[in-house]
């Protein structure tokens, strides 16, 4: 049952909603200008998807100069794109010099803006006790990331399905999955990484692919992210990044069944929040057949999977790549300003991190570890001219 308890620590100055990386450069942007902070955490880790829900080949698809968090830079040594268990030491070591010390099973079930109090209300269910604990604050971060909740669609049938079917954040590695047959649903940078690593283990692999990609490298994504970053005009990098990509691949219709989208990488991601995808080797194994390119799925039978084409196929296992959709407006009432039903900001770039009555949102711009390093900064740097 939902009790109300009562602690010292329940009237911090700013509360930031997720342990990820955002929270975390979030916390220690505030702790440099010694403003009290509390980080609240669903899970029992901080950056529960980098120590618990990524597969193990991942890393960084960005170079290390795009991926660093504010005040701490990856140590000369590593590699310019960084493997996720360096990625997790670095994290590591931020929290430590920091001391940054996040309350874990703590989820936001609610928060409102009490307009006669001036504070901000949150009520946070604690997963030890069960209870419901009633905080207060002048200024609340919304830090909850672009992929905490993993989706799966609703596909007629998948009920019925014998083998077993799992969303990417579940998938490890290949290894459990030599010789069967293997479906990946979806084509971001999850599916296809997945896709990559079964084919690797000896999986017969297949994966869906149902709508237009924009297919670039990373030394392109580095190009690109260089160009932007002396501000040339997306539109102009955009035209780059095609051309490249057409040197690159060829004319992708003919492995991926899909054409390129019309609008190149940066405006897709500007539009319609869809992310490039940076090709690490999957498209050499779907040129060369190892890798089986299928068009969108109507419905699942037992073991059979039947295509939009009409066609039938047998799957031992599906693994869902299908993305992450955010609950932000389950729990967060009374912001019209900041955060769309999707839980992704309405004011453009670079608006995008500030709301009203002291809610922020840092890490939501579609825009990776960079992104993140430019919000948490902007954040911290606004509520200290408040103060
Ligand atoms: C496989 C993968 C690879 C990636 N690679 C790159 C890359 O190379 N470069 C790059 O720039 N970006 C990359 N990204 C993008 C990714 O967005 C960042 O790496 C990063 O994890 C985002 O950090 P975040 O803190 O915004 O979100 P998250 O890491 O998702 O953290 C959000 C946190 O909020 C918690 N939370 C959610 N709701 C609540 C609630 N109601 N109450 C309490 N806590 C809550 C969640 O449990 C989670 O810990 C990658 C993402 C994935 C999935
Ligand atoms: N190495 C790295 O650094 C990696 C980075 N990432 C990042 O993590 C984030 C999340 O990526 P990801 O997990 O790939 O999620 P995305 O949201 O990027 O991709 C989801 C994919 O699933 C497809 N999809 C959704 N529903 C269906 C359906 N019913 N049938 C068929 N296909 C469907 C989408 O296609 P459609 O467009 O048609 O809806 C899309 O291709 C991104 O920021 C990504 O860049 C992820 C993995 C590795
Ligand atoms: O800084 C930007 O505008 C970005 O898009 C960064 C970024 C994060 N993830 C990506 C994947 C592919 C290309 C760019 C990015």
């Known amino acids: 049952m939902a009790i109300l308890t009562h602690h010292d620590h329940q009237e911090p100055m700013v509360i930031i909603v997720g342990a990820g990386p955002a929270g975390l450069a979030t916390s220690a942007c505030l702790k440099k200008f010694s403003i009290p902070n509390l980080l609240l955490e669903k899970e029992d880790c901080y950056s529960p998807i980098?120590?618990?829900?990524?597969?193990?080949?991942?890393?960084?698809?960005?170079?290390?100069?795009?991926?660093?968090?504010?005040?701490?830079?990856?140590?000369?040594?590593?590699?310019?794109?960084?493997?996720?268990?360096?990625?997790?030491?670095?994290?590591?070591?931020?929290?430590?010099?920091f001391n940054i010390t996040p309350l874990y099973k703590r989820t936001v079930e609610f928060a409102k803006f009490d307009e006669s109090k001036g504070k901000w209300v949150v009520k946070v269910r604690n997963g030890n006790s069960g209870d419901v604990d009633e905080y207060f604050c002048k200024f609340l971060v919304v830090a909850t990331g672009e992929a905490s909740y993993p989706f799966i669609p609703k596909v007629p049938g998948?009920?019925?399905?014998?083998?077993?079917?799992?969303?990417?954040?579940?998938?490890?590695?290949?290894?459990?999955?030599?010789?069967?047959?293997?479906?990946?649903?979806?084509?971001?940078?999850?599916?296809?990484?997945?896709?990559?690593?079964?084919?690797?283990?000896?999986?017969?692999?297949?994966?869906?692919?149902?709508s237009p990609i924009n297919l670039i490298s990373r030394e392109m994504a580095y190009l690109g992210l260089m160009l932007l970053k002396y501000k040339v005009a997306y539109t102009v990098v955009d035209n780059i990044m095609v051309m490249l990509s057409k040197i690159m691949y060829g004319d992708i219709s003919k492995y991926y069944g899909v054409k390129r989208p019309e609008e190149g990488p940066f405006a897709s991601k500007i539009k319609y929040g869809k992310y490039p995808v940076i090709d690490v080797g999957t498209y050499q194994k779907i040129k060369s057949g190892e890798i089986q390119v299928l068009p969108g799925m109507r419905s699942i039978r037992g073991n059979d999977v039947v295509l939009e084409n009409g066609k039938c196929h047998q799957f031992?296992?599906?693994?869902?790549?299908?993305?992450?959709?955010?609950?932000?407006?389950?729990?967060?009432?009374?912001?019209?300003?900041?955060?769309?039903?999707?839980?992704?900001?309405?004011?453009?770039?670079?608006?995008?991190?500030?709301?009203?009555?002291?809610?922020?949102?840092?890490?939501?711009?579609?825009?990776g570890l960079y992104g993140i390093a430019f919000d948490a900064q902007s954040i911290a740097i606004h509520i200290n001219s408040l103060l």
């Open 158 to 210: 998948l009920e019925s399905f014998k083998g077993k079917a799992f969303h990417s954040t579940k998938f490890k590695n290949g290894d459990k999955f030599r010789g069967k047959n293997v479906l990946v649903v979806g084509c971001g940078n999850s599916g296809m990484e997945i896709a990559l690593d079964l084919a690797n283990y000896g999986a017969n692999t297949s994966i869906i692919v149902r």
């Open 316 to 367: 031992d296992v599906i693994v869902f790549a299908t993305g992450f959709k955010r609950t932000t407006h389950k729990w967060l009432h009374g912001d019209e300003y900041l955060l769309n039903e999707d839980g992704l900001p309405k004011p453009e770039f670079p608006e995008h991190w500030k709301g009203k009555n002291g809610l922020y949102c840092v890490g939501l711009s579609r825009r």
């Open 50 to 97: 980098w120590k618990k829900y990524t597969y193990d080949r991942v890393h960084l698809h960005l170079a290390k100069k795009f991926c660093q968090l504010p005040h701490i830079p990856f140590p000369s040594s590593s590699p310019t794109y960084i493997p996720k268990k360096e990625f997790i030491q670095y994290l590591d070591d931020y929290v430590s010099y």
